[in-house]
């Protein structure tokens, strides 16, 4: 682990936009990291990734990552950190894939017992089967890019449709009514929960980053059996994915009280008014102070000179 302790002047490069469809939350999340870590003393200098190059500034000994999505946290600028021996913050190569990957996510849960939605996998062409209400999502992606709620058949076509202009492979789950809930982790802390009280119970992209459109309680009101359940489910899903350094979990909480785990975040959104800054200032964590936490992790490999956790992960990565 990097120890931060012995670097006062160096640079602390954020990653921020990036190739993906989710360059302008990158840029957002960087733009803020960055004025997080000036705040905490580090000499922060931001670089912009342009398709999949980018050039260090001289002197550079740690990275802090801010890129979501493709090339951020599908395990491949992760790759490109450890072939130069840097520092950074966050996962390592196999847990940002397994992460970034909803399938084999999923396959990771089931095989450590961790409550998730029924789901099915579907290739172009394929004729979908499934109950509804179910959600339509792209294996490899973010932000709710590509992602619907189907309630009617006559929905599915146009769903898919979106859903393969991301990714040749799409998921489609189970929808569970209730409340949706967050938990982030850092540094091994679990966080408090958030709630997300989205119009019509559904997180879609528009509530996501249209202000004011969604409510976020912090800490959610929970039964304490239920808040318990879902920091301990939040840090089992962390260690089953190899995850590193700070994540969030999402859930949904149906009528009857039961947690299902839709994914984990690697990289979550970092401007702050984000959930994962929201619940470390409900710790008592002010930004800055986040992001100075946050860079303190960085470390050269994540657990890429690890074990890898589970076979799954050997087997699909």
Known sequence: MLDVECYCFVIFVPFVGGPSAEREVSLRSGAAALRGLQESGYAATAVEVIGRTFTLPPGTEAVFIALHGEFGEDGEVQALLDGMGMPYTGSGVDASR?????LVTKEVFTAHGIPTAAYA????????????PAVVKPVRQG???GVHLVREPSQMAAALEDAFRYDEQVLVETYIPGRELTVGILDREVLPAVEIAAPDGWYGYEAKYTPGKTRYLCPAELPEAVRVEAQRLALA???????????RVDFRLSPEGGLYVLE???IPGLTETSLLPKAAAAAGIPFAAL????MRTARCGGIAEKPV???????KL
């Open 291 to 294: 992001c100075d936490r946050l």
């Open 264 to 266: 984990l975040n690697s």
């Open 237 to 247: 899903v962390f260690d089953a994915l190899g995850c590193e350094g700070f994540g």
């Open 309 to 315: 956790k589970h076979g799954i992960l050997s087997e």
């Open 121 to 132: 996998s579907l290739q172009r062409g394929d004729k979908p089967e499934f109950p509804l």
């Open 143 to 145: 932000s709710s890019f």
């Open 98 to 102: 397994a992460s970034m990957d909803k």
